[in-house]
């Protein structure tokens, strides 16, 4: 066994020796390395370039390629026809809605129909919780918890309103607009223009009509005769006046607006307002039930009285034109006391 080892490891020796002489050779010896040239074809330009002939394989692909490609094109042909054809069936709609209609040509009283009041939504009411039960009688039925407002009753408080509001413009009456809800303005403003009356869409500052020679002082005074042509030889005989009250107010938003309600209460001054299921309506003179949260609503409702307005205005010039007047004519030599004793009568 011993000796086996020594044999292994005297062999191992030998090996390692050879391998040291082997690594010193390379390092002594004095012969220089010699690189090999490396041959590149060059191409002499008397030689022609030979074009490759095609395979059938490629013929074969390049057909296949060129015949899917004006399948493709036919099938896209084939679906713009289709698609044409499709356009031509159906029905045309010509009625579309368009919301800027109801400012650019509001409805008439006459357009009042139970149709136009259900497209509006005046019919949604709110919830079965907060329902004012003085509203039962303006109540049709009751839908997923919601409160339906009967569209008959609704279309028969809308003309009686605008009865009131035509008759009050054919007198030259002052009839205020107000609605003080986001998006309303367009619409308040509108039906005041229709109406030849006056418009407020922001806040309602009180106090504006109980103690309107404090809130509002002396306002501008402006002095028209029956043809609505201005007299400037009696704004300084009336310029001391304080500022006139209107002869009936139309309130889009009730709930908001209980001050200006409460005000023309105590002055006796007849009031439209939208009354919705969650609201008083004893608070205003003539309601119309219908839902105060839709600006289509809003918009139909106030489109349908700036409408009335306009008639009555209408009627009055034309009155007017006739010799056929309102008041009593008065003359400029009379004292300030006979002109308001004459303007009130």
Partial sequence: ??????????????????????ALRRFLSTETETQTAV?????????????PIPSETALESSTAAL????????????????????RRLGSVVTDAY??????????????????????????????????????SRYIFGIRDGIHIISLDVTAAYLRRAAKVVEE??????????????????????RAAELAGG???????????????????????VKVVNALDE???????????????KPDLVVCLNPIENVVL???????????????????DPTRVTYPIPANDDSLRAVGVIAGVLGRAGERGQHRRLAAAKQGVLEYRPTSLNLDLWEIWSWDYM
């Fill in 98 to 135: 368009d919301p800027g209609d109801l400012i650019r040509n509001p409805p008439k009283p006459s357009d009042i129909t139970l149709e136009l009041l259900l497209a509006s939504q005046t019919h949604l009411g709110h919830s079965t919780s907060r329902w004012n039960p003085q509203n």
């Fill in 230 to 244: 201005e007299l400037p030889e009696y704004a300084e005989k009336l310029e001391d006046n304080p500022a006139l």
């Fill in 168 to 189: 009050v413009a054919a007198r030259g009456g002052i009839i205020l607009f107000a609605g003080t809800r986001h998006g309303q303005k367009r619409t308040v403003v």
């Fill in 39 to 51: 041959e590149t074809a060059v191409q002499t330009p008397s030689e022609e370039p030979t074009t």
């Fill in 67 to 86: 015949s899917a490609r004006g399948t493709a094109r036919e099938a896209f042909w084939k679906k713009e026809e289709r698609r044409k054809q499709f």
């Fill in 1 to 22: 066994m011993i000796v086996r080892q020594l044999c292994l490891w005297q062999s191992r020796q030998l090996l390692a020796l050879n391998r040291q002489a082997y």
């Fill in 261 to 279: 309600l409460r005000e023309c209460g105590l002055n006796n001054v007849p009031t439209i307002g939208i009354i919705d299921t969650d609201a």
């Fill in 198 to 220: 006056y418009h407020i869409f922001e806040r309602w500052i009180p106090g504006s009509l109980t103690n309107g020679e404090q809130i509002l002082g002396h306002c501008e």
